[in-house]
Nanobody, 124 residues
Framework: QVQLVESGGGLVQAGGSLRLSCAAS????????MGWFRQAPGKDREFAAA????????YYGDSVKGRFTISRDNAKNTVYLQMNSLKPEDTAVYYC?????????????????WGQGTQVTVSP
């Protein structure tokens, strides 16, 4: 069982930056690919970024590509999402998720474990 706890959300002005962290419990963190998703009010949960277990491959949603960077530190059981050049449309609850295996997906279904989410609000 993996438990995920996100942190680092908050209020930022457009153009600013935030760094989200997701700390995972358990000793099997290396077995999981990790993803970040986001959900704005009234909208479906949207893929933001994903990273394979080794960190060797990363994937991004079109809306965040070039602005967000996902990374992980397996020694610390933590995955990060560096968000730069933030826009008001990035406002959402951001969730990290874990998927066991060597591949990662850009849809929510394959992910087995989810954090509780952290709010990111970008003001104009």
């Amino acid at each position: 069982q993996v438990q995920l706890v996100e942190s680092g959300g908050g209020l930022v002005q457009a153009g600013g930056s935030l760094r989200l962290s997701c700390a995972a419990s358990g000793r099997s963190f290396r077995s999981y690919g990790m993803g970040w998703f986001r959900q704005a009010p009234g909208k479906d949960r949207e893929f933001a970024a994903a990273i394979t277990w080794s960190g060797g491959n990363t994937y991004y949603g079109d809306s965040v590509k070039g602005r967000f960077t996902i990374s992980r530190d397996n020694a610390k059981n933590t995955v990060y999402l560096q968000m730069n050049s933030l826009k008001p449309e990035d406002t959402a609850v951001y969730y990290c998720a874990a998927e066991r295996g060597i591949v990662v997906h850009t849809t929510t279904g394959p992910y087995e474990h989810w954090g509780q989410g952290t709010q990111v609000t970008v003001s104009p």
